[in-house]
């Protein structure tokens, strides 16, 4: 008998060709979620003339003036899989290091992805909603998709978690679609995801060290490995869209989003206070300094090659705080911090390494 609950539920997403145009899901990449949000948005308006004698609004001058979607998504950091989600959230595309290579001949693959831009690249997510009646489930397609803000995170003893928030064009389900699309697309058949996750053993936070960049590649010369870390460790990314680009002849659906502010880093970690005070006194001095996120898990290829994630911005602040005696045990310090442009190297750069060869 068919699941009739959310244990029967699948997303996958696929780039579009054409901004809004649901794209073919036939060779889209499944993704093991925990949870969504998202949902079609729509904005009535109520026209309030007056007509004599009524005591209610009048049904017809109810209209629809804004479609919109999207909302979360969020799934455990995949060790394999991901590569196609960095090129949405970092706006790599075209970037020579975003694609996949090998190294050597050893089944490894690795990419480097750079902050860029997302404009002219839009993405489309399926996800299939059971039903309770008889299991069937139904398609629900999200076009026009867009990453405003990503986070990957991990508490002490967890698997790591990504969180994407997704702006789309439209929602297409049941009978609901738009002049962009004739029809309704039918629910892609699963194919389950390969791969492990990352979680906290092998997670870890370099700081420091001296940046330089080759090739387009930035790297840190002697960082540190931060010691006596604590939960949570995070790195978030926030890239501001024009949301309202509502014409009169596409509405009331609206066009691209396009970035409309400068995107903004930032992360936190949190160590036991030792007595070396590096933190605060990077802190005080507001001293510019590197921080690096970074998970690694299996052996993977037949080298030396580990499975990796990591994110890595040259040049932030540190927005932490003095350390506070809360009670007898032992002291903490939570280090938030800001990522900016040194004018030299890659702002954002985000580094991955997997069995996935595309």
Same mark, same amino acid.
């Given at each position: 008998? &068919? ?9 996958? &997403? ?86 996949? &290579? ?13 902050? $860029? ?17 008889? $299991? ?151 001293? &510019? ?70």
């Amino acid at each position: 008998m &068919a699941l009739e609950t959310g244990l029967a539920a699948q997303w996958c &997403a696929f780039d579009e060709a054409t901004y809004g145009i649901a794209p073919s899901f036939s060779t889209a990449l499944f993704y093991a979620c925990d949870n969504d949000s998202l949902e079609l948005k729509k904005t009535p308006k109520q026209g309030t003339g007056i007509f004599a004698g009524s005591l209610i609004p009048r049904a017809g001058r109810r209209v629809i003036t804004e479609y919109s979607a999207g909302g979360g998504l969020v799934m455990e950091l995949p060790e394999r899989g991901m590569n196609q989600w960095l090129y949405r959230m970092m706006g790599s595309y075209g970037q020579t290091k975003a694609a996949l &290579a090998e190294d050597g001949s050893t089944g490894a693959y690795s990419a480097v992805h750079v902050l $860029g831009s997302t404009s002219g690249h839009s993405f489309a997510v399926q996800k299939g909603v059971p039903a309770v009646d008889g $299991g069937t489930v139904e398609p629900f397609t999200y076009t026009g998709c867009k990453v405003s803000e990503w986070e990957v995170a991990a508490d002490m003893g967890e698997i790591a978690k990504l969180t994407l928030t997704i702006e789309g064009r439209n929602e297409l389900a049941g009978t609901h679609k738009d002049p962009l699309n004739s029809s309704v697309p039918t629910l892609q058949a699963y194919t389950a995801p390969l791969g492990g996750v990352f979680y906290w053993v092998g997670g870890s936070i370099y700081y420091g060290g001296t940046a330089s960049t080759s090739g387009g590649v930035t790297s840190m010369t002697s960082p540190t490995l931060a010691a006596n870390l604590k939960g949570p460790l995070s790195f978030k990314l926030t890239r501001p869209l024009d949301l309202e680009r509502y014409a009169p002849d596409v509405a009331p659906y609206r066009n691209e989003p396009l970035q409309n502010g400068l995107a903004t880093p930032s992360g936190a970690f949190t160590a036991e206070f030792l007595s070396a005070e590096t933190y605060y006194n990077a802190y005080a001095a507001d001293t &510019a300094t590197a921080v690096e996120l970074q998970f690694t898990t299996i052996p993977i290829g037949t080298g030396a090659d580990i499975a990796t994630f990591s994110v890595l911005v040259p040049n932030v602040r540190l927005e932490g705080e003095s350390p506070k005696i809360t009670g007898p045990e032992v002291l903490t310090q939570t280090i938030p911090w800001s990522g900016l442009d040194d004018g030299t190297n890659n702002t954002v750069q985000a580094t991955y390494w997997t069995l996935d060869s595309a």
